[in-house]
C-alpha cells in the first residue's frame, strides 16, 4: 500500500517562497505520476502540478507557470513542489496524490492521498 505525507507548509508572506514536500512509503514511486492538488475554502479543488516519474514529464497549471516547479528526488522516494513568487490566492491546503504511470487533470482518478499541508499567504 502506497503512502503519502506532505510536509513544508506555512505563513508566508506575498512573494515569498515555500518547498512542499510529499514523501512516499510502502511503494517505490518509480511508477506512478505524482500530482499537487489545492483545495481553498468554498472552491473546487484544482490541479497545481504534476510529474510522471516512468515517463520523467511534468505538467503545471496556468496560474503557476514560472512560479512553482515540481521536482523528484528517487533516492528519497519524495517530490518536491518549489513555490516561489506567492500569492494569497494561492492560499490553500495543499495536497500530493499517486496514480499510475500518466499525469491526469481529473483529481477523481488518483488513487492515493496524502493528508495535506495548509499553505496561506498574507501580510
Known amino acids: 500500500q502506497l503512502q503519502l505525507v506532505e510536509s513544508g507548509g506555512g505563513l508566508v508572506q506575498p512573494g515569498g517562497s515555500l518547498r512542499l514536500s510529499c514523501a512516499a512509503s510502502?511503494?517505490?514511486?518509480?511508477?506512478?505520476?505524482i500530482g499537487w492538488f489545492r483545495q481553498a475554502p468554498g472552491k473546487e479543488r484544482e490541479g497545481v502540478s504534476c510529474?510522471?516519474?516512468?515517463?520523467?514529464?511534468?505538467s503545471s497549471a496556468d496560474s503557476v507557470k514560472g512560479r512553482f516547479t515540481i521536482s523528484k528526488d528517487n533516492a528519497k522516494n519524495t517530490v518536491y513542489l518549489q513555490m516561489h513568487s506567492l500569492k494569497p490566492e494561492d492560499t490553500a491546503i495543499y495536497y500530493c496524490?499517486?496514480?499510475?504511470?500518466?499525469?491526469?487533470?481529473?483529481?477523481?482518478?488518483?488513487?492515493?492521498w496524502g493528508p495535506g499541508t495548509q499553505v496561506t499567504v498574507s501580510s
Open positions: 496524490a499517486a496514480r499510475f504511470r500518466l499525469c491526469g487533470s481529473d483529481w477523481g482518478t488518483y488513487d492515493y
Open positions: 510502502g511503494r517505490t514511486l518509480d511508477y506512478y505520476a
Open positions: 510529474i510522471s516519474i516512468s515517463e520523467g514529464s511534468t
